[in-house]
Every structure is written in structure tokens, then in C-alpha cells.
């Protein structure tokens, strides 16, 4: 069963990033983005700017296999996405940058080794152990199940092909099984 986060250590990650950080704005957007969205680090990093339709509160993902998806984001994510882009992106920006979304301090576009790096920096400054990339996705598609999102719902926003990969959030949290029982059985 993947590790999973929980709410309190989730909103912890997302404030670890400390205004006085040189790319504050950078980590806020790439921490939101990869939670709201439940996005692999490699498809965060490959992430272009006409991906993102903040506008819409939807972003476009090209995962595994090169499949498409278009996978919703909270205000949140989307705040923090504008004013990266707004503020900082265009400092960042050189010639060699391209179109990627998430920049280094030296205007390449990061890799998704960095995306480890950053959010295994900011889990150590929250006081988080075990906390990377993947676990924020799985915290994702567990913390919609368990507030009664549909499986196939999370199967199309994670970019599953297969049900069966998705159906290891469902073992994850037995109360709310025990709860749908309890609500829904005829004879409880």
C-alpha cells in the first residue's frame, strides 16, 4: 500500500517554502500543482506554458504512454501557479528555457530529480519523513476517496489505464468502507 499523508501533514509540506527562499515562488506553485493535480514529478517537469489554462482551473498533462489528460486544480494551485509566472518565471527566463513551466535559478528547465530534491527539502524543513513526489499523488487519489470521490473518477484524473492500479487507494482507508457499509446496506 503506497505511504500516504495525512490532511495536518499535507498543509504542513505546502507551507514549508519560506518567503525569504530565493524560488518561493517556484516551490509554492510546484507543491500545489503536484498535490491539486496528482501529477507524476516527470510530468510536472515536462509541464509547458500552454499546458497550463489557470483561467479554467484545468491543466494538461502528457503521462505514461503519451496519453493526454486534462486534470482539474484548486484555487489554491492555480493562485500559486499565476504568481509564479507572473513574478518570478520571468526572471528566471533565458534564452534556453523554452516553454517549460518550472524553471532552476539558472533558467533551464528543472528535471524531475529536482522536483525530488525540492519537495524532499521542504518535507525535511516541515519535520516530514518518507514524504516525496509520489507520495503527494497517492495522497491525492486517497484524500478523494475517502471524501467519497467515484474510482473511476480518480482512475481518469491519475491517468490509469487499468482500474486495478487505482483500486490500491481503496485498501487504504477501511473506515470508509466500514462507513459505506453502514450507510448504504439495507440491513446495516
Known amino acids: 500500500v ?9 498543509r504542513k509540506l505546502l507551507a514549508a517554502p519560506q518567503p525569504s527562499d530565493g524560488l518561493y515562488l517556484r ?40 496519453k493526454e489528460r486534462l486534470v482539474p486544480i484548486g484555487r489554491p494551485a492555480q493562485r500559486a501557479a499565476q504568481r509564479y ?10 534564452p534556453a528555457s523554452g516553454d517549460k513551466v518550472f524553471l532552476s535559478r539558472t533558467g533551464q528547465p528543472i528535471t524531475r530529480v529536482v522536483v525530488w530534491q525540492v519537495v524532499k527539502r521542504h518535507a525535511k524543513r516541515a519535520g516530514l519523513k518518507d514524504v516525496h513526489p ?10 478523494l476517496l475517502a471524501g467519497g470521490a467515484d474510482l473511476r473518477v480518480v482512475q481518469e484524473l491519475l491517468g490509469h489505464s487499468n482500474i486495478q492500479t487505482t483500486q490500491v487507494y481503496t485498501h487504504v482507508d477501511r473506515s470508509r468502507l466500514k462507513e459505506v457499509v453502514a450507510r448504504f446496506h439495507p440491513r446495516p
Open 2 to 10: 503506497p505511504g500516504v499523508m495525512a490532511d495536518e501533514d499535507v
Open 134 to 143: 509520489h507520495t503527494l499523488r497517492h495522497s491525492f487519489a486517497t484524500h
Open 27 to 66: 516551490d509554492v506553485a510546484l507543491l500545489e500543482m503536484l498535490y491539486a493535480g496528482g501529477l507524476r514529478a516527470s510530468e510536472l517537469a515536462d509541464m509547458r506554458l500552454e499546458d497550463l489554462h489557470l483561467e479554467l482551473g484545468v491543466v494538461r498533462v502528457m503521462g505514461k504512454g503519451n
Open 85 to 94: 509566472i507572473d513574478e518570478l518565471r520571468p526572471d528566471l527566463e533565458k
